[in-house]
């Protein structure tokens, strides 16, 4: 037995799962950020015994630890954000009053920008001070 579905309906469905795709692509950025940040972090550690073995140790002083747990907690803050964004949405479409994402896209955008431009000064850095 098969179930018609209006058109009104079968648009809902698709939006619906639009909007689920959207989420999971949102979690795949901010899972990849956490991982990212992760490496970074371990990066410093590694950097920072290869200093100590090679008598050099003051030259590194933990930046990429703080780099690496502000990439993660990035990640953090997007997943949550892409929870909110998703559960709003839902209700929109729900509702038929749909309004395409305002600050926190530019918020983001902020932030990952920021963060792009500290690790690029800080590898210029760590690449000198070798």
């Known amino acids: 037995m098969t179930a018609s579905i209006s058109p009104s309906e079968s648009s809902k469905v698709t939006s619906h799962l ?10 795949r950025t901010s899972i990849s950020i956490i ?5 970074v972090a371990k990066f410093g550690i ?14 590194e002083s933990g930046v990429s630890l703080i780099i690496g747990v502000g990439f993660i907690a990035m990640g953090i803050f997007m997943a949550l954000a892409a929870w909110f964004r998703y559960q709003g949405t839902m209700r929109r479409i729900e509702t038929g009053d749909f309004r395409p994402a ?3 896209v530019t918020v ?15 590898l210029i850095y760590t690449a000198r001070a070798l």
């Open 35 to 39: 991982v990212f940040g992760f490496v």
């Open 46 to 59: 590694t950097l920072r015994e290869f200093l100590r073995v090679q008598g050099a140790a003051e030259h």
């Open 18 to 27: 639009a909007n689920e795709r959207t989420f999971l692509a949102w979690i």
């Open 108 to 122: 983001l955008t902020v932030v990952a920008a920021v963060f792009g431009i500290i690790l690029a000064v800080y």
């Open 102 to 104: 305002g600050a926190i």
